[in-house]
């Protein structure tokens, strides 16, 4: 060995050492939520995910029950449109466009002639008679490229840009930090399951099996020669409010530990109580938009939300003041 | 350095090198599936997970995409009693204990008078009726721990060893090895859900998650002023036939790459079917109960699901001739 490699050596040896550990320590102190203001509910975030997936701590969470779920439209992206409502109405009114005769016919004549109380009354029932007529009688595979088509062509009004370009910066971040601390994350919403899924992974990382959404009746029959499944006209499950637990538990079948809804209507309260009262260490969170400016500002009539936010101490996330940015550039 | 040590350096380095090297290579030739007999269903099998997983290859699965869907009853354990059915009818005995008048009452009046005809007539909806008087009415909570309880007592009739310890040793070998290829293992059974899920992580390394089965409706309500998951009397799924290919869709969202079922009652050619038809590669495995002295032998009554293997190439496999044992020692 030459002499003065030899006596270079254990300097040479310490110095990648302390590179190495340099670049832990780098590593360690990277910010993994940047988008996201210093402040309560950034460390309290920090905090209790630093609590559950230390080993040897008292709240300890193993692996296997680290689930995280998150409703999607004011979630994870803006409802001011709701998303699904345009691909709604896009879809009727081609229907309309190809049979005239259906402009005479409820639920399409209360859209063509913009009847908004026919929707309203009787607990919203009209929407989801019109999300019937729009979804069903077709193939699984006919609805499922409808729905990429829209997605493709379509820009937000206000951002103009595609609406899957519209993840909210911070939440974003938060499902990569959970997912890289070994949290399963999934989204529980009331829009309609194919319809998130079209965008589930690329958009969140969150595979489609992972996606618990609104669902029409399915036949698996023969169309056309060939098996298929057949969307029916009749609702599966209105994955809101109360029926999010419900399907919570025959999807998952363990209490989500983190959880993430937002203030508009009362949705995401039975699915956080749900978390709330689970065995061992939970955190909720709901997001108040209040940032005009930034993306919108909305508030509930009746306020629910955001009063059982305050009576369960559940960490209200406050657009305005705790997001940096809310999209990417 | 001491001089021996130097002269000895490279021999030592090359005995560590190919001792690494052989290691790699025994690693490589060890027998994902040890007690599977030699012959064409052990070889189908390893050849299509090597074609399907090997990067280059033109029936390449992309890591996503790649689901393996299994059967439970008469697929993972035996359904010679079908263990569930046990379940159930102490579950009714002890509803009948409690309350006598019951055994004057459908569907209890049957099960103590024996009367089997009461089961089987209108396509066995004698059994719905008997599932939903027994496991409605009551918390989700309290289900899972009568459950627990009853797996914990009972032994099997024949081979007297707890229910959860009588997986078939080949069909555990085929999970693990999916499992290491990439696969994410699911089984999609007609059995009640939260029962699989009670010993579906521990017998067979598939979180409760991926456990596809039968359901009661449920709703999320106060009961004893704390919030509840509540057992509805209704039926919400009978996972069997063509319900099978429909949840999996609900659930996975992705058509399975490999599937398995068994016959008996043809409840898996549906879910074969919609597999097989998958556009890409696929693989269908269908268990042939033939071996009266190591497990049991029954046949369909119509033979439906062996003409329908006969009729696609499915993989029929034969307990008497492709299993070495079919459970562990």
């Not at 929407?127 to 493709?152: M, S």
């Given at each position: ?261 937002n203030e508009r209507s009362g949705?995401d309260i ?16 709901l997001?108040n938009h209040n ?7 909305y508030q509930e009539k009746d306020n629910a939300s955001l009063q059982a936010a305050a009576a369960?101490?559940w960490?209200v ?13």
């Amino acid at each position: 060995m030459n002499l003065v490699l030899k006596r270079a050596l254990p300097l040479l040896l310490s110095l990648i050492i302390a590179i190495l550990f340099s670049s832990v320590n780098y590593l360690k102190n990277v910010d993994p939520l940047p988008s996201w203001k210093e402040g309560m509910n950034k460390k309290a975030i920090l905090l209790f995910v630093e609590k559950v997936t230390r080993e040897g701590s008292n709240d300890y969470v193993e692996p296997e029950d680290r689930i995280a779920v998150f409703d999607n439209d004011g979630t994870l992206w803006p409802e001011q449109p709701l998303v699904e409502g345009i691909f709604l109405l896009k879809t009727v009114k081609a229907m309309v466009a190809k049979d005239p005769s259906l402009k005479n016919k409820e639920p399409f004549k209360a859209v063509m002639e913009k009847d908004t109380g026919f929707f309203e009354k009787n607990n919203h029932k009209g929407i989801l008679q019109l999300a019937v007529a729009a979804y069903g009688n077709k193939t699984e595979g006919t609805f499922e490229k409808d729905i990429t088509t829209f997605l493709k062509s379509e820009k937000h009004p206000k951002f103009n840009v595609p609406y899957t370009e519209l993840g909210y910066q911070p939440m974003l971040e938060l499902m990569a930090f959970l997912k890289g601390k070994g949290f399963e994350t999934w989204i529980c919403s009331g829009g309609n399951v194919e319809f998130i899924r079209a965008f589930s992974d690329d958009m969140y990382g969150i595979p489609v099996q992972q996606v618990i959404g609104s669902t029409l009746k399915m036949d698996f029959k023969k169309v056309d020669g060939k098996h298929t499944l057949w969307r029916d006209t009749v609702i599966q499950s209105f994955n809101d409010k109360e029926e999010k637990p419900v399907n919570i538990c025959y999807h998952i079948g363990k209490v989500p530990v983190f959880i993430a809804g937002n203030e508009r209507s009362g949705g995401d309260i039975a699915m956080l109580t749900y978390s709330d009262e689970r065995k061992g260490p939970s955190f909720q969170l709901l997001i108040n938009h209040n940032d005009a400016a930034r993306e919108f500002s909305y508030q509930e009539k009746d306020n629910a939300s955001l009063q059982a936010a305050a009576a369960n101490g559940w960490n209200v996330i406050s657009i305005k003041d705790d997001w940096k940015i809310v999209f990417k550039k």
